[in-house]
Nanobody
Framework: QVQLRESGGGLVQAGDSLRLSCAAS????????MAWFRQAPGKEREFVAA??????????ADSVKDRFTISRDNAKNTVYLHLQMNTLRPEDTAVYYC???????????????WGQGTQVTVSS
């Protein structure tokens, strides 16, 4: 099993920056890719960004490309995933989820493990 816990959400103004983090523990050696998804009120959950654990390759949704940066680093027994969000917009308001996948293909958006989510609210 893998446990994922997000942190760093909050209330910011349009144009501000925010950094989300996710701590992955447990059998993290099973994870090939990690990603961020988000779900806005009344909408379906959508993909934001992914990163390959093997070579650091990244993949972004068009709506966040050039504004958001995904990264990861390892510590003893824990993998940390980050999402640096710049030039935030009100439409970025959502609950942001950290996710982990045991699949090799970074473009496969089927994820096996999910965190509880952290709220990001961007005021205009």
């Amino acid at each position: 099993q893998v446990q994922l816990r997000e942190s760093g959400g909050g209330l910011v103004q349009a144009g501000d920056s925010l950094r989300l983090s996710c701590a992955a523990s447990g059998r993290t050696y099973n994870l090939y890719n990690m990603a961020w998804f988000r779900q806005a009120p009344g909408k379906e959950r959508e993909f934001v960004a992914a990163i390959s654990r093997s070579d650091g390759r990244t993949y972004y949704a068009d709506s966040v490309k050039d504004r958001f940066t995904i990264s990861r680093d390892n510590a003893k027994n824990t993998v940390y995933l980050h999402l640096q969000m710049n030039t935030l917009r009100p439409e970025d308001t959502a609950v942001y989820y950290c996710a982990g996948s045991t699949r090799l293909n970074i473009y496969d958006l089927t994820y096996d493990y999910w965190g509880q989510g952290t709220q990001v609210t961007v005021s205009s």
